[in-house]
């Protein structure tokens, strides 16, 4: 991230609660409780008061949720409605690399990468249009995030290496 | 002769055309409405004097646009934002989209001296780590790129935090950056520079947002829908003037088919219309002479009341004789004309005295044009009408109709009886005397109000009917009132009384609070330092921090923001119409939305010690109306004295005054009462037809006491009678069967007025000799 001299790590559990329900919990460094239902988001930090907010004003948060539905539920007639969906790579090691129907959203969130080998996603790249790049190491490999990640590190992680 | 009368025609044409050109030039017509309330007398009755226009509530118009998907209307609603603000016409148009560009970018740094972070935390190294690793986690949410742009130069984002403290705290919900309403339109909020209760000057605002809306490449299929108490009045005008010029067409037409069929010639009926065109054109250059401005209800209102001087023609083309010219037949009619005219002028002047700009508009058209009317029926009509004519009183009906009128047996208990009806039926009837709401005069279509209803719960927008205000020596002083009251107001919110008040302190914090936030900000190195201790051990890029640094220092040295400075911006100018000075004094005006608990407020009010009041417009507006109907009341019976004496003058006698008087006077207090025992409401528009009709009547009582001993003579009385009432019947018949009130009360009180004018001026006449 330009912001910041060395990437942000943080480590905790992305729930899929079924419909349109999300919830990304983080235990390290700090712990947070986000939800996605019904349309609103509720934060809930450690010690703090919580903060809602509708989904409508976050339309990051709207693709977010959109693509992990849709990977998840396996529902690819709603991934294809709000991405343009490519695929490459075989069976044993894949990448989906979907980009936002939306124009205005393309213009925050370029381009998100899932990388996965069988039936399992391993990794989720959201590259944000102002080069910063987000990487979720997911399922098996969510205990393997390097102590000190780079890019290129984690890049090779996603891709098998 | 002949050479004479065209001679005369002429300059009498020409003379009218130049006071058309005179008027034309120099009328300027109000439609302010406050022009026509009387002085206001209390505080609170001057207050809502200039809340009625200046208030921020009723400046307000409610914007919805529908018809098209999420992402088309938020592009709309965006598109007719950005052209409304560049409008003169509108002080404010907010559509949802928070836009840190609404705080100028000049007023940014005031962000520390408006946000309330500093009362409870010091910009120390403890409260900078604590924000700064709040940061971190936003970024590393999904969310990160809402707020990566603010970060550099606001990392306590007390940007957002004053867009929430500013955003309407029930707010719509914004979907594509835009606010939407739960039916799927986009909506807007749109402040007029206008006041809302002119609704010419609204009627110019609300175009404005039409043609701008059509003026969108891609406004087609999409529909704009407004709303709001400027619309109304706009709505209400179109309505009323609508049907008031239907019915004005049609009654016309029948009007001048009367007359045809009464005189049988077209000669006499055009020039008969010459002294009612000479009074109004007359009437309406002594008002533009008078008054800088004349108010449109004083004319509508005006040429209703001239009714009665069509009178005057009439009565002459009745009167004529067979073999005797205009000028001899007027000459013998003269002294009872001139009585007519000058009482209906003493019970015009009952306007003049209520002290009401508009009524003494009133008073001196309605006069004027009488007297122009009366007496150039007398002393200019007669030169130009034909010869020889038809005398009526040669007419088989007539003749007929008046041994049926003398053979009416008049006995003396009918006036009794007459009066014990009347005062048993305003006894006995049981809806409110008074109806002081003259918002039930002109009511809106029930969708209307429904859609205004749900428009401005999905707005959160401030309700109509009340204001609190706060009343301090200074600007400082209302701030600082406002700010004390903050928590017992929040305390409200929180047992739902009601659901928000925009106190002014909200945008504006009273200077002192300023200062002491001020005061709190570090200096550059202090600053950095805390930056530095707190960012430790974060990954935050050196430097990353400059323009905060930068902004904290401008706000140091900044001149504490008042209204003045605030006014350059939009948000500033919401601020100024929340504080005004008044008088020695200055008044906050805060707006309450979802009032549940009125005596809730009261109470706050009572505690403050006359520091804070709940203002009613409501309540207030109908104290105005009942003040105002007092002084018209007043002023009417000082007319109806000395009406009581000018007609006994004229007539010479108690005897024959009382034989006029007495039947207009039933006639009148009838009319009151069938209305009254139908469970009409009286208002002022009851009351000022009812003095209409009673002037029309006071000429049948007068004309059928006169007592010629001539027959033909009493049945050209009966004649002209006859026309006069037929043809006020058609033309106030036709309103009373509006639909809208104001137009039904004044034609249904006229109508029955002159029914029963006539009825009892016969009854009550004394017996015509017996030839």
Same mark, same amino acid.
């Given at each position: 991230?330009?912001?910041?001299?060395?990437?942000?790590?943080?480590?905790?559990?992305?729930?899929?609660?079924?419909?349109?329900?999300?919830?990304?919990?983080?235990?390290?460094?700090?712990?947070?409780?986000?939800?996605?239902?019904?349309?609103?988001?509720?934060?809930?930090?450690?010690?703090?008061?919580?903060?809602?907010?509708?989904?409508?004003?976050?339309?990051?948060?709207?693709?977010?949720?959109?693509?992990?539905?849709?990977?998840?539920?396996?529902?690819?007639?709603?991934?294809?409605?709000?991405? +343009?969906?490519?695929?490459?790579?075989?069976?044993?090691?894949?990448?989906?690399?979907?980009?936002?129907?939306?124009?205005?959203?393309?213009?925050?969130?370029?381009?998100?990468?899932?990388?996965?080998?069988?039936?399992?996603?391993?990794?989720?790249?959201? *590259?944000?249009?102002?080069?910063?790049?987000?990487?979720?190491?997911?399922?098996?490999?969510?205990?393997?995030?390097?102590?000190?990640?780079?890019?290129?590190?984690?890049?090779?992680?996603?891709?098998?290496? | 002769?002949?050479?004479?009368?065209?001679?005369?025609?002429?300059?009498?044409?020409?003379?009218? @055309?130049?006071?058309?050109?005179?008027?034309?030039?120099?009328?300027?017509?109000?439609?302010?409405?406050?022009?026509?309330?009387?002085?206001? #007398?209390?505080?609170?009755?001057?207050?809502?004097?200039?809340?009625?226009?200046?208030?921020?509530?009723?400046?307000?118009?409610?914007?919805?646009?529908?018809?098209?998907?999420?992402?088309?209307?938020?592009?709309?609603?965006?598109?007719?934002? +950005?052209?409304?603000?560049?409008?003169?016409?509108?002080?404010?148009?907010?559509?949802?989209?928070?836009?840190?560009? %609404?705080?100028?970018?000049?007023?940014?740094?005031?962000?520390?001296?408006?946000?309330?972070?500093?009362?409870?935390?010091?910009?120390?190294?403890?409260?900078?780590?604590?924000?700064?690793?709040?940061?971190?986690?936003?970024?590393?949410?999904?969310?990160?790129?809402?707020?990566?742009?603010?970060?550099?130069?606001?990392?306590?984002?007390?940007?957002?935090?004053?867009?929430?403290?500013?955003?309407?705290?029930?707010?719509?919900?914004?979907?594509?950056?835009?606010?939407?309403?739960?039916?799927?339109?986009?909506?807007?909020?749109?402040?007029?520079?206008?006041?809302?209760?002119?609704?010419?000057?609204?009627?110019?605002? $609300?175009? &404005?947002?039409?043609?701008?809306?059509? #003026?969108?490449?891609?406004?087609?299929?999409?529909?704009?829908?407004?709303?709001?108490?400027?619309?109304?009045?706009?709505?209400?005008?179109?309505?009323?003037?609508?049907?008031?010029?239907?019915?004005?067409?049609?009654?016309?037409?029948?009007?001048?088919?009367?007359?045809?069929?009464?005189?049988?010639?077209?000669?006499?009926?055009?020039?008969?219309?010459?002294?009612?065109?000479?009074?109004?054109?007359?009437? $309406?250059?002594?008002?533009?002479?008078?008054?800088?401005?004349?108010?449109?209800?004083?004319?509508?209102?005006?040429?209703?009341?001239?009714?009665?001087?069509?009178?005057?023609?009439?009565?002459?083309?009745?009167?004529?004789? !067979?073999?005797?010219?205009?000028?001899?037949?007027?000459?013998?009619?003269?002294?009872?004309?001139?009585?007519?005219?000058?009482?209906?002028?003493?019970?015009?002047?009952?306007?003049?005295?209520?002290?009401?700009?508009?009524?003494?508009?009133?008073?001196?058209?309605?006069?004027?044009?009488?007297?122009?009317?009366?007496?150039?029926?007398?002393?200019?009509?007669?030169?130009?009408?034909?010869?020889?004519?038809?005398?009526?009183?040669?007419?088989?009906?007539?003749?007929?109709?008046?041994?049926?009128?003398?053979?009416?047996?008049?006995?003396?208990?009918?006036?009794?009886?007459?009066?014990?009806? +009347?005062?048993?039926?305003?006894?006995?009837?049981?809806?409110?005397?008074?109806?002081?709401?003259?918002?039930?005069?002109?009511?809106?279509?029930?969708?209307?109000?429904?859609?205004?209803?749900?428009?401005?719960?999905?707005?959160?927008?401030?309700?109509?009917?009340?204001?609190?205000?706060?009343?301090?020596?200074?600007?400082?002083?209302?701030? !600082?009132?406002?700010?004390?009251?903050?928590?017992? $107001?929040?305390?409200?919110?929180?047992?739902?009384?009601?659901?928000?008040?925009?106190?002014?302190?909200?945008?504006?914090?009273?200077?002192?609070?300023?200062?002491?936030?001020? *005061?709190?900000?570090?200096?550059?190195?202090?600053?950095?330092?805390?930056?530095?201790?707190?960012?430790?051990?974060?990954?935050? *890029?050196?430097?990353?921090? @400059?323009?905060?640094?930068?902004?904290?220092?401008? @706000?140091?040295?900044?001149?504490?923001?008042?209204?003045?400075?605030?006014? %350059?911006?939009?948000?500033?100018?919401?601020?100024?119409?929340?504080?005004?000075?008044? &008088?020695?004094?200055?008044?906050?005006?805060?707006?309450?939305?979802?009032?549940?608990?009125?005596?809730?407020?009261?109470?706050?009010?009572?505690?403050?010690?006359?520091?804070?009041?709940?203002?009613?417009?409501?309540?207030?507006?109908?104290?105005?109306?009942?003040?105002?109907? %007092?002084?018209?009341?007043? =002023?009417?019976?000082?007319?109806?004295?000395?009406?009581?004496?000018?007609?006994?003058?004229?007539?010479?006698?108690?005897?024959?005054?009382?034989?006029?008087?007495?039947?207009?006077?039933?006639?009148?207090?009838?009319?009151?009462?069938?209305?009254? =025992?139908?469970?009409?409401?009286?208002?002022?528009?009851?009351?000022?037809?009812?003095?209409?009709?009673?002037?029309?009547?006071?000429?049948?009582?007068?004309?059928?006491?006169?007592?010629?001993?001539?027959?033909?003579?009493?049945?050209?009385?009966?004649? !002209? %009678?006859?026309?006069?009432?037929?043809?006020?019947?058609?033309?106030?018949?036709?309103?009373?069967?509006?639909?809208?009130?104001?137009?039904?009360?004044?034609?249904? +009180?006229?109508?029955?007025?002159?029914?029963?004018?006539?009825?009892?001026? $016969?009854?009550? =006449?004394?017996? !015509?000799?017996?030839?």
């Amino acid at each position: 991230m330009k912001m910041l001299d060395q990437p942000l790590v943080v480590s905790g559990e992305l729930a899929w609660l079924g419909g349109d329900r999300l919830e990304r919990r983080v235990d390290h460094p700090n712990r947070e409780v986000s939800t996605i239902a019904d349309g609103e988001v509720v934060q809930q930090r450690e010690g703090r008061e919580p903060r809602r907010f509708s989904l409508k004003r976050a339309p990051q948060l709207q693709i977010l949720l959109d693509s992990f539905v849709a990977l998840l539920g396996g529902d690819a007639t709603r991934l294809e409605q709000s991405f +343009t969906v490519h695929q490459r790579g075989d069976d044993k090691r894949w990448t989906l690399a979907l980009v936002p129907r939306d124009a205005k959203l393309a213009r925050t969130v370029g381009l998100i990468e899932i990388d996965g080998s069988g039936s399992e996603p391993r990794c989720m790249r959201m *590259q944000e249009a102002d080069g910063d790049l987000a990487i979720d190491l997911l399922g098996p490999l969510a205990g393997s995030m390097p102590a000190k990640p780079t890019r290129e590190a984690l890049m090779t992680l996603c891709q098998g290496g | 002769m002949r050479i004479g009368r065209w001679l005369l025609l002429v300059l009498w044409l020409a003379l009218l @055309a130049v006071l058309g050109i005179v008027v034309a030039q120099r009328l300027r017509v109000s439609t302010d409405l406050r022009s026509f309330m009387p002085e206001p #007398a209390t505080p609170d009755q001057r207050l809502l004097m200039e809340q009625v226009g200046e208030g921020p509530g009723s400046r307000l118009l409610l914007v919805a646009i529908a018809g098209k998907d999420d992402a088309q209307l938020a592009e709309l609603s965006q598109q007719l934002a +950005t052209s409304l603000r560049r409008d003169e016409r509108y002080t404010q148009v907010l559509n949802g989209s928070f836009d840190v560009a %609404t705080l100028d970018p000049q007023l940014l740094p005031y962000r520390y001296l408006l946000s309330p972070t500093l009362d409870t935390h010091a910009l120390d190294a403890t409260f900078l780590r604590d924000e700064l690793q709040q940061r971190l986690d936003d970024l590393s949410s999904p969310a990160a790129s809402l707020l990566k742009g603010l970060l550099p130069r606001d990392p306590t984002l007390e940007v957002l935090k004053l867009a929430e403290r500013w955003t309407p705290p029930k707010s719509p919900e914004v979907r594509e950056g835009v606010w939407f309403s739960p039916q799927d339109e986009a909506l807007l909020l749109v402040q007029t520079r206008a006041p809302g209760f002119d609704p010419d000057a609204q009627a110019t605002a $609300i175009d &404005g947002i039409q043609r701008a809306f059509a #003026a969108l490449p891609a406004h087609q299929g999409a529909s704009l829908v407004l709303s709001g108490p400027g619309y109304f009045s706009v709505v209400a005008n179109a309505q009323t003037r609508g049907q008031a010029e239907w019915i004005g067409r049609i009654s016309t037409i029948g009007f001048i088919a009367l007359l045809l069929l009464a005189y049988r010639s077209v000669g006499s009926l055009l020039l008969s219309a010459l002294p009612i065109a000479s009074a109004a054109l007359a009437g $309406i250059a002594v008002l533009v002479l008078v008054f800088p401005q004349v108010h449109g209800i004083t004319l509508a209102f005006g040429f209703t009341l001239l009714g009665v001087a069509q009178e005057y023609p009439i009565r002459v083309l009745s009167h004529r004789r !067979a073999g005797e010219n205009a000028v001899q037949s007027v000459r013998a009619l003269w002294p009872l004309l001139l009585t007519a005219i000058a009482s209906a002028c003493i019970a015009y002047l009952a306007f003049y005295a209520s002290g009401v700009n508009g009524l003494k508009q009133l008073a001196v058209f309605t006069i004027t044009g009488l007297l122009v009317a009366g007496f150039s029926t007398r002393y200019l009509l007669p030169w130009l009408l034909p010869e020889r004519v038809h005398d009526v009183a040669r007419m088989r009906w007539l003749q007929k109709a008046r041994a049926l009128v003398d053979a009416l047996p008049r006995p003396r208990w009918i006036p009794l009886l007459v009066a014990i009806a +009347t005062l048993l039926m305003l006894v006995f009837a049981r809806s409110p005397f008074w109806q002081n709401d003259l918002a039930a005069l002109t009511p809106l279509p029930t969708d209307l109000l429904q859609r205004d209803a749900r428009l401005r719960e999905a707005l959160g927008a401030p309700d109509v009917r009340y204001l609190l205000v706060l009343q301090a020596a200074d600007e400082q002083g209302v701030l !600082a009132l406002s700010e004390r009251l903050e928590p017992a $107001i929040d305390a409200l919110v929180a047992r739902h009384a009601v659901d928000a008040v925009e106190l002014p302190s909200r945008y504006l914090p009273s200077e002192a609070v300023q200062r002491s936030r001020q *005061q709190k900000l570090p200096d550059r190195d202090t600053l950095q330092r805390a930056l530095a201790d707190a960012g430790q051990g974060m990954p935050f *890029q050196p430097g990353l921090f @400059a323009p905060f640094v930068d902004d904290v220092q401008k @706000a140091r040295e900044l001149p504490l923001l008042n209204s003045a400075r605030f006014s %350059t911006s939009p948000l500033g100018q919401r601020v100024s119409a929340m504080l005004a000075p008044h &008088g020695d004094h200055w008044l906050g005006l805060a707006t309450l939305s979802g009032v549940h608990d009125v005596d809730a407020l009261q109470q706050l009010a009572q505690e403050s010690h006359a520091a804070v009041r709940l203002l009613d417009l409501k309540a207030t507006a109908e104290s105005m109306v009942v003040d105002y109907r %007092t002084r018209i009341l007043h =002023a009417l019976l000082a007319a109806t004295l000395l009406l009581v004496v000018a007609i006994t003058a004229a007539l010479r006698s108690v005897r024959r005054a009382w034989h006029v008087l007495a039947p207009m006077t039933l006639a009148t207090f009838l009319v009151l009462a069938v209305e009254r =025992a139908a469970g009409v409401e009286i208002s002022l528009f009851h009351l000022v037809a009812l003095i209409l009709a009673a002037g029309l009547g006071l000429h049948y009582a007068l004309f059928f006491e006169r007592d010629t001993g001539d027959i033909d003579e009493q049945r050209r009385t009966l004649h !002209a %009678t006859v026309v006069c009432v037929l043809s006020a019947l058609l033309v106030f018949g036709m309103l009373a069967w509006s639909s809208i009130p104001v137009l039904r009360a004044i034609g249904l +009180t006229v109508s029955l007025g002159v029914a029963f004018h006539f009825c009892l001026s $016969i009854l009550m =006449a004394p017996h !015509a000799r017996q030839d």
